[in-house]
């Protein structure tokens, strides 16, 4: 069972995370992963605020000063907390900016038709959504591994 | 020396609330680190080319590499050197609980610098601004009455050292890392 102060700790580094990602998103025009894409100036801006708004109702809400043998969190304690919030905040951010810009990622999306390697790399968001993205290299993969195993069987049968 | 810089520092301590209250944020083992491992983060994923984003995601690995070498450095001299915490020989108003280990040299200073540096050594501005919150939250800690300002100065240097240090690793290992940040671009997480 988790802590109050471990929850506490958990959901300011997930949402100072999530604002980070915001505000690199904007900056990079990683349209992919913004929640308002239309608007980069202002998610920075509302990224950064949402950083400081929730690192005061952190230290504002309870006394965070306790010995870190105690209530407190030791450094170990604190890497290993801090991972698991911010990568949820990571996949939190893929998740719910694939659906909300669903129709946008369709529309930018991938000519799979082509049959070429789609993109790799974070750049790609500028253009989709992760799901998107994901997607379309998880088809490809399959396709190119079914035609490798195709043609391996019109060989083998000569 | 040492000690009157504590004891004027220390003096304004409990005299404005607001300031004290910002002051505990500061000197907390929370505010700084975050802060800083989340810019950390945010350098995995910025960059307009692939090159700059390779060699962005390349800083936050030799951040996570010089924290880890700069709090090897600070539990060796800590098992080395004994100091006590100036609260223990000075009559002070000390803004945070009583640690017990020794005070010489500051991990906290460690830690922030080593990050700091990590940064500084490919984006000058950034970098610049997260010196200023290490030494923002070593000046915190001698004006909580914890540590020494020479705690807080050995400790920046050890960072510095490890951020070096730990650049110089990830620079010649870069392309051991290579097949593994590809890995991630494939899944488009980097």
């Known amino acids: ?158 | 020396m040492d000690e009157s810089i504590v004891l004027l520092l220390n003096g304004w301590a409990g005299r404005f609330g607001l300031f004290d209250g910002l002051m505990q944020a500061l000197v907390s083992d929370y505010l700084v680190p975050v802060w800083a491992s989340v810019v950390l983060m945010g350098l995995w994923f910025h960059g307009t080319t692939a090159m700059e984003r390779f060699l962005n995601q390349l800083v936050t690995i030799t951040g996570a590499l010089a924290v880890g070498l700069a709090n090897a450095q600070v539990i060796i001299l800590n098992q080395l050197v004994f100091r006590e915490r100036p609260f223990v020989n000075l009559d002070l108003n000390v803004q945070f609980y009583l640690p017990t280990d020794s005070s010489f040299p500051a991990n906290t200073a460690g830690v922030g610098f080593a990050i700091a540096t990590a940064v500084f050594l490919r984006h000058r501005k950034l970098g610049s601004a997260l010196y200023a919150l290490a030494a923002l939250w070593g000046i915190a800690r001698v004006y909580a009455g914890v540590h020494y300002p020479t705690d807080v100065l050995a400790g920046a240097v050890i960072g510095v050292i490890a951020a070096v240090v730990a650049t110089m690793i990830v620079r010649r290992g870069a392309f051991m890392l290579r097949p593994v940040l590809r890995t991630f671009k494939f899944f488009y997480a980097a």
């Open chain 1, 1 to 158: 069972m988790l802590s109050e102060f471990v929850i506490d700790y958990l959901q300011w580094v997930f949402f100072s995370a999530f604002a980070a990602l915001q505000f690199v998103a904007a900056k990079n025009r990683l349209r992919g992963l913004m929640l308002v894409r239309e608007f980069p100036l202002l998610t920075m801006v509302a990224a950064l605020v949402l950083m400081v708004f929730a690192a005061v109702v952190y230290f504002v809400s309870e006394p965070r000063n306790q010995p870190d043998g105690g209530v407190g969190l030791d450094a170990n304690e604190q890497g290993r907390w801090f991972a698991i919030a911010a990568a949820s905040a990571i996949a939190v951010t893929a998740i719910v900016t694939s659906v909300i810009n669903h129709r946008w990622g369709a529309e930018h999306a991938w000519d799979e038709a082509s049959g070429e390697a789609p993109p790799s790399g974070v750049a790609w968001l500028q253009r989709t959504t992760f799901a998107r993205a994901l997607a379309v290299r998880v088809r490809f993969a399959l396709r190119a591994q079914s035609s490798v195993a195709g043609v391996d069987q019109s060989q083998g049968g000569r």
